[in-house]
């Protein structure tokens, strides 16, 4: 464990969309450092809350029988009269819930509405509570570059870093819900009256690129079907498509750093690993995977068998304006601040496999079966 000087200790940290992805690893880290939880999940049930909370605190029950607490709240994003009661009692929130679409969605406020609404709601009741201190607010790379740019223009040799902005007029709905979500957050931020030469409440930004890792939870993110596409044989051929990918546990990992120290208010934090095209990733999958019975495509597709096929595959299209494409990222904020060393790309690449096929996502093999039971 990072031996951080931590501010307070058992205090409590409220997750928003703690049954996803990324908010079930940030509960975990919090938990692992010693902070209690409370997690927002949409609805409760006895058993969908026991199941949550095996998974969530899997691997740390038998290490430790003091554990912080773990506890749950329903919530909903846009309903405002639920989030005084939800924040009270929290020093932290940690606001990860947002939307993330497989595909281009019909109506762009189906994605940007929750993302920019919900995170001023939460900000609001954090504001109003008057004890919580700190917000970390889950935003994106795509706030800071995307390729999708409308109007072409693209520095391939440039390295974009936190001081970037990405103008959300020129880009696709879900960039654009990042974009003005995280603007949003700032300007609330901004606006707020001075106590003793601080703002009353801060603000620390985490912005990821493209999230890999193990699924702690049931739920799929839209950023693992990649991996699963690769596994399932339901992508036999590749795009030339370029990720710069990060793991999921250095993304909680920067969820907890941002809780824990006053030092990184006001900040925004790149969290990225390295960029690497898809049959570069897909060779990793192939060496891991074939001795399982997993046979991974590795072969590229051209350009414009993409683009075609973007016409009738929705999830297509998200992938065809970036083909070809690379943009580099500067992680040194992350490595030197934050000292937070990223994951080997390949270690979170395999982690990826494995923890599809052990939630049930991908078909275990045969082989797969009895070579995890040796």
Known sequence: MDKVKVEHKRSTVLVTGVSGYVGAHVAHQLILHGHNVRGTIRSISDGKI????????????????NLPKLDFVEADLLREELWPQVVAGCKYVCHVAS??????????D??????????????RAAAKDGHVRRVVLTSSVAAIHDIILLDGKHDPDKFYNENDWVDENKVEPYSKSKILAERAAHKFIDELPMEAGKRKLELVVINPAFILGPMLTDSLSTSVLIVKRMLDKSMPVLPRFNLAICDVRDVAL????????????????????????????????????????YWVPTMTVPNLIVRLSSLFDKTAVMIAARLGREFKLDNRRMVEELRITPTDPEKTIIDTCHSLIERGVVKPTRRYKRIRKQ
Do not use: C
């Open 50 to 65: 026991n199941k949550l909370r095996g998974q969530i605190l899997a691997g740390l029950q038998s290490a430790d029988t």
């Open 99 to 108: 939307p993330f679409p497989s595909e281009v969605p019909r109506d762009p």
């Open 110 to 123: 189906t994605i940007i509405k929750p993302a920019v609404e919900g995170t001023l709601l939460v900000l």
């Open 254 to 293: 920067a969820h907890v750093k941002g809780v824990e120290s006053s030092k990184y208010a006001g900040k925004r934090f790149l969290i990225v690993t390295e960029s690497r095209w898809m049959n570069e990733m897909a060779k990793v999958v192939r060496k891991e995977m074939k001795p399982f019975g």
